[in-house]
């Protein structure tokens, strides 16, 4: 006789393993979900199955409730003064007025009783999946954040779970995605900038690399924007080798002569401190108003919810289409974007690492739902 925790990919193929194991003798102590599996805790230990029904009905739901009456009860027996039933009013003799609403109170006082008999104290994971008010408990167990839950809540009401994880989903996404994406095909001045990190020169060299096919030109520039000395340059220059375009340095950049050539893309790759980036971004856009920018912030999937929050507070002011980055690295989780929708961040492009050409994709309502949908099912 033991107690043996059992994981399958799901509550039936669990309970099988249980049943091949201990067969009809086994109580099943607990249920829970880890890391995309199902683990269930049974035993045939006969001791251990006394105790889990003695504790079972502990919690019984009528019990619990009904010894909270009885104390409310005994406490105003105690106050000769205070009662559910006037004393005086007892100790006269009933009419049949009264008798008839003392037999009705009594007949729902018993269903009330047998209704909550058969009610049991449970945790989160004995809620039946069909109820609809299950579902913001299943999207804070895939680690959604309360606050998104309770601000799209109107996403999952009357339906039940997973027509309400997709319908959460789908609103989810509706308030990420951005509509910036066709600017970056408009726009002669591309900013890139960002966390150290985050992957802007590579998203700056796929950038290039996009537009350069979508428009059919090779006059495109690379402007490294860097506070100091850094070398990060030699990172565009290897990507400039390899695609064929241009670098320049800002320090030397003529931003107004190089606006009279109509067919000449820039791509600014900050560098260094975001807060100079900004600072930078700031004084172009002031200095140079009625010019095309498209600003692109780059958040590294994986980042933690305070430093989203941090930097998406930064940027507010340029109000930058979102890159989610490296997801070839790292997936983006439920904390992000549950963070970045808080944060107001749009997200308009999602990219890994690794592959230049073909690589920069789209991020709209139905591409970040499909990917809720398909990373979030087995969690």
């Known amino acids: 006789m033991k107690t043996q925790t059992f994981k399958a990919k799901d509550v039936k193929s669990a309970i099988n393993l249980v049943n091949d194991e ?31 029904q003695k504790k079972k009905d502990e919690n019984n739901f009528s019990k619990t409730f009904l010894k909270h009456l009885d104390k409310k009860n005994s406490e105003n027996k105690r106050d000769d003064n205070v009662s559910y039933f006037n004393q005086r009013d007892i100790k006269r003799p009933m009419n049949d007025g009264n008798k008839e609403l003392f037999e009705k109170i009594n007949e729902n006082i018993d269903s009330m009783r047998q ?18 008010y299950f579902t913001p408990i299943k999207l804070r167990q895939e680690k959604f954040s309360p606050e998104i839950i309770n601000k799209l809540n109107y996403s999952f009401i009357g339906k039940n779970t997973e027509e309400g994880r997709v319908s959460f989903f789908r609103e989810l996404s509706k308030k990420l995605s951005s509509n910036d994406f066709p600017r970056l095909l408009k726009s002669k001045n591309i900013f890139i900038f960002g966390n150290s990190g985050s992957g802007k020169s590579t998203l700056a060299a796929k950038v290039a690399s996009f537009l350069s096919d979508a428009k059919l030109t090779k006059k495109i520039n690379f402007v490294d924007v860097s506070s100091s000395s850094t070398g990060h340059s030699d990172i565009l220059r290897s990507y400039s080798r390899v695609l064929g375009f241009s670098v320049k340095d800002y320090k030397t950049f003529n931003f107004s002569e190089n606006q009279k050539n109509n067919g000449e893309i820039n791509v600014f790759d900050f560098s260094g401190d975001i807060n100079f980036s900004i600072q930078k971004i700031k004084e172009i856009k002031n200095s140079f108003p009625s010019f095309e920018f498209c600003s692109i912030l780059t958040v590294q999937s994986g980042s933690n919810s305070e430093m989203i929050k941090g930097i998406c507070q930064k940027a507010s002011e340029i109000r930058p289409m979102v890159a989610v980055t490296k997801l070839d690295e790292c997936w983006v989780g439920a904390e992000e974007f549950s963070a970045l929708a808080l944060n107001n961040a749009r997200i308009g492009i999602v990219t890994g690492t690794k592959v230049l050409i073909d690589s ?18 087995h969690v």
């Open 360 to 377: 920069l994709i789209e991020a709209n309502e139905d591409s970040l739902t499909k990917y809720m949908k398909e990373n979030f099912e």
């Open 22 to 52: 201990f067969g009809d003798k086994a109580i099943i102590l607990s249920t829970k979900k880890n890391n995309g599996f199902v683990e269930i805790e049974a035993s045939d230990n006969e001791n251990i199955i006394r105790n889990h």
């Open 115 to 132: 209704e909550l008999s058969n009610m049991i104290v449970t945790d989160e994971s004995g809620i039946s999946d069909e109820l609809s």
